[in-house]
């Protein structure tokens, strides 16, 4: 009778160390898969602000030169009533900052404008002061994560 209790309890002990060690080996693996989704992580976190650097510095260039809406408001002359037109677009800087032409012999030429430097003196302070408020926003942003 001691041989079958001792049986049953060697049984019992038995199965519960396969059962933690099963536990365990489970956790591993898991510790594991969760580091690697980590450093996956990590890599796209750095992918994802290169991409914003990127966008920072081109963006505001490109605003400058691309185009604005401009909304006009106009009176209609039989009700009297204000329309606001939103459907006009102009360009910011609406001159013509290069010119291609043609000499005498045929070859291409390209001139640029004598005003061409208001591109590059809004464009370069538009975008430092983008590029100084996001730097601004990640300290603060990091200020408060740590608090």
């Not at 009778?1 to 591993?28: D, E, G, R």
């Not at 030169?65 to 204000?82: F, K, P, Q």
């Not at 538009?126 to 990091?142: A, E, K, M, P, Y």
């Amino acid at each position: 009778m001691k041989s079958i209790w001792y049986l049953s309890h060697l049984f019992t002990n038995y199965k519960s160390a396969n059962i933690l060690q099963v536990f365990h080996i489970s956790s591993q693996h898991d510790s594991i898969v969760a580091s690697d989704i980590s450093d996956l992580a990590r890599v796209e976190s750095a992918s994802m602000k290169t991409i914003s650097i990127l966008g920072l510095v081109f963006l505001p260039g490109t605003v400058v030169s691309v185009s604005v809406l401009v909304t006009s408001s106009t009176r209609c002359s039989v009700c009297m009533r204000m329309f606001v037109c939103s459907n006009v677009t102009q360009s910011l800087f609406g001159m013509n900052f290069f010119s291609f032409s043609r000499d005498d012999q045929g070859s291409l030429l390209w001139t640029t404008a004598p005003n061409f430097w208001w591109y590059w003196a809004v464009t370069i302070p538009v975008t430092l002061v983008t590029i100084f408020l996001w730097i601004g926003w990640q300290r603060i942003s990091i200020k408060t994560r740590v608090s």
